[in-house]
């Protein structure tokens, strides 16, 4: 079974451009996080989707960031515009009613 | 966020030894408990989950609750080198999870 996929796997590009991840989780999941992963700050939680629908957006750092979910296979997180300190590992996770969430590979950001 | 505390490791155990990590929880409501592997470079894996008091234990790993202490482990016996990796704990919160800080673990030969 195909895992959670995300896109890309590693993204460098300079400060103030616009940053767009990727995600497709897993067929049958329902619920959809985005999270965030530093040394300092562990892992974090930025938005959670049920049934396509944001709930919970409050761990959203700022304004510059936005998230969307079209469909049931596929999620978009924005940076606009991008600074050095969003610099980090974004995680992509899914679960289905009532289980445990999967991780994606995630994406490795470094903004210059 | 309900906090989620993790013994602060590193942890080095030698090869073949038992690997106790330790998680304590602030909510005492939480009815779902995780643990993730999470080697370096690598998005975490799930390696158990529990739910009831007591002991559940799947090949070499163990997880342990104790909902009276908001206070749950897990044991690796027979340590091997693969084992070595970053373990979070993680606690239900609802309808998402709170993940403590992580307590990286090195198996030595």
């Known amino acids: 079974d195909a895992g959670v996929i995300q896109s890309p796997r590693h993204e460098v590009t300079e400060m103030g451009q616009e940053v767009t991840l990727r995600c497709k989780p897993i067929?049958?999941?329902?619920?959809l996080f985005w999270y965030r992963q530093t040394m300092m700050r562990g892992l974090e939680l930025l938005i959670y989707?049920?049934?396509?629908?944001?709930?919970?957006d409050s761990g959203m750092p700022e304004d510059r960031f936005s998230a969307k979910m079209p469909n049931a296979s596929f999620s978009t997180l924005k940076i606009q515009p991008s600074e050095p300190r969003d610099s980090a590992v974004y995680f992509c996770?899914?679960?289905?009613?009532?289980?445990?969430?999967?991780f994606g590979d995630g994406t490795r950001l470094s903004i210059l | 966020q309900k906090e989620v505390e993790q013994n602060s490791g590193p942890l080095s155990v030698p090869e073949g030894a038992i690997a106790s990590l330790n998680c304590t929880y602030s909510?005492?409501?939480?009815?779902?408990f995780f643990w993730y592997r999470q080697y370096s470079g690598k998005s975490p894996e799930l390696i158990m989950f529990?739910?009831?008091?007591g002991d559940k234990e799947d090949g070499r790993f163990t997880a342990q609750l104790n909902k009276a202490s908001q206070y749950v482990s897990l044991l690796i016996r027979d340590s091997q080198p693969s084992d070595s990796a970053t373990y979070l704990c993680?606690?239900?919160?609802?309808?998402?999870?709170?993940f403590g800080a992580g307590t990286t673990v090195t198996v030595r030969a």
């Open positions: 996770a899914s679960r289905p009613p009532d289980q445990p969430q999967h």
């Open positions: 989707f049920n049934n396509n629908v944001p709930i919970d």
């Open positions: 529990i739910y009831s008091n």
């Open positions: 909510d005492r409501g939480s009815q779902s």
């Open positions: 067929s049958g999941h329902n619920s």
């Open positions: 993680a606690v239900n919160d609802g309808y998402k999870l709170s």
